[in-house]
């Protein structure tokens, strides 16, 4: 099992460009997640999914789109990127459930450093 | 509103002496907690969770973490750390949503360094 991967691992954008980042899962999971993390700010949630077909947004969903067209993979979009996105981009996953049950460990790709110049 | 506070942003310790790093949440009802170790370079990893029970939780790798209620906090602790385990570690608080996925807090991370 490869666990979660993530393209690309590092990207440098001009201001304006859009991109995606792609995510995907092999372990049959439902939940999906993608954090940015920023020096001193720790890991902040973008936007989530509780499965296929369903995003919501999380802390930071300002500038973000996201898609869950198919179960294992879950696509970040910048539509036009900013100096303020620069960061680095984890998503993970975990098993389903509500309640205790959604509380289950995550498991994180290695992330995505992104620029914006 | 639920928050994570991890004091001291940068911990150097030697190699073979024992650590503890300081995690203090705020949550009204009963929170459930977490310790993650993030490697150079690498995604984040699950050391440890408190859901309930023992107040002292076992987690991989030699660690362990006291929950304390009456000083909200939930430190982390390895009786003798070894050079690998020179990471940036989180400690998260999360709260069970009977309608949706949960939502999980992350600290803003202490960085451990080890001394030879």
């Known amino acids: 099992n490869a666990g979660v991967t993530q393209t690309p691992k590092f990207r440098v954008l001009k201001t304006g460009q859009s991109m995606t980042l792609l995510c995907a899962q092999d372990?049959?999971?439902?939940?999906m997640y993608w954090y940015r993390q920023d020096p001193g700010m720790g890991l902040r949630l973008i936007h989530y999914?509780?499965?296929?077909?369903?995003?919501a947004k999380g802390e930071v969903p300002d500038g973000y789109n996201v898609s869950r067209l198919k179960k294992q993979n879950f696509l970040l979009g910048l539509e036009s990127a900013a100096p303020s996105q620069t960061s680095v981009y984890f998503c993970?996953?975990?098993?389903?459930?509500?309640?205790?049950?959604?509380?289950?460990?995550?498991?994180f790709g290695p992330g995505t450093r992104l620029t914006v110049l | 509103a639920q928050s994570v506070t991890q004091p001291d942003i940068h911990i150097t310790v030697s190699e073979g002496a024992s650590l503890e790093l300081r995690c203090n949440y705020s949550?009204?009802?009963?929170?459930?907690l977490f310790w993650y170790v993030q490697s150079p370079g690498q995604g984040l990893q699950l050391l440890l969770k408190?859901?309930?029970?023992?107040?002292l939780v076992q987690g991989i790798k030699g660690f362990e973490a006291e929950f304390k209620r009456s000083q909200s906090s939930f430190n982390l602790r390895k009786p003798s750390v070894h050079w690998s385990d020179a990471a940036e570690y989180f400690c998260?608080?999360?709260?069970?949503?009977?309608?949706?996925?949960?939502?999980?807090?992350f600290g803003s991370g202490t960085r451990l360094s080890i001394r030879p």
């Open positions: 993970a996953s975990s098993y389903g459930g509500l309640g205790l049950a959604s509380l289950n460990e995550q498991f």
């Open positions: 998260a608080v999360g709260r069970a949503l009977y309608s949706s996925a949960s939502k999980i807090i």
């Open positions: 949550y009204g009802a009963t929170p459930y």
């Open positions: 999914s509780v499965g296929e077909g369903t995003t």
């Open positions: 372990m049959n999971h439902e939940y």
């Open positions: 408190y859901f309930s029970g023992d107040t």
